[in-house]
């Protein structure tokens, strides 16, 4: 059985697991058909659920605690310019890799998928919708969910359109009533 680690010990890790694998560019792909994405990010989801049981990768319940570690904010920072930028293969390693899908950036409350879905970086959108990591319901500090920054900042009505249908979804499968900022 493996030993809990500390939130501190397993940010470190973390760190350490992205260096790696920026050192080795980034690889490997999940696969070029759907089927292969499907399997893969399902098999990544299983694994991550493993670690955080085991206390080995961070449980996004652990972010508030975690809000001043210096290097989980850096490691934030990184990753959510990655969204921004369009960068999947580095959004995608970072997931892997177990870092928070959610992790909101604490002056911004933006997220990986509130950042791509404002920056029109659809390879991103599509590694964080196919990943099946995301909450659709989480806002900005503006109130604005990831749709509305979609339609509204990354002038994409189809992206909009299906992250509407996802946060309806979710908010239905959670029993909330999901309302548009005022």
Known sequence: MATQTSPAEAVAQLRERIEQRRAADWLPEPG?????????????????AQKIADGN???????????????LNRLGREFLKAAERGNAPLVRAYLEEGFPANYQDRRTGETALL??????????????LDSGL????????????????AYLFGRDPAAARLLGIKERKQAEALGIALTRRP
């Open 32 to 48: 070029p058909t759907v089927q292969e994405r499907r399997r893969h990010w399902r098999d990544v989801r299983t694994q991550r």
């Open 57 to 71: 990768y961070l449980d996004e319940a652990l972010l508030p605690q975690l809000r001043g570690d210096a290097v």
């Open 115 to 128: 950042a791509s879905a404002g920056a029109r970086a659809r390879d991103v959108l599509r590694v964080l």
């Open 134 to 149: 995301c909450n659709f319901l989480l806002r900005d500090k503006g109130g604005r969910l990831a749709s509305e920054l």
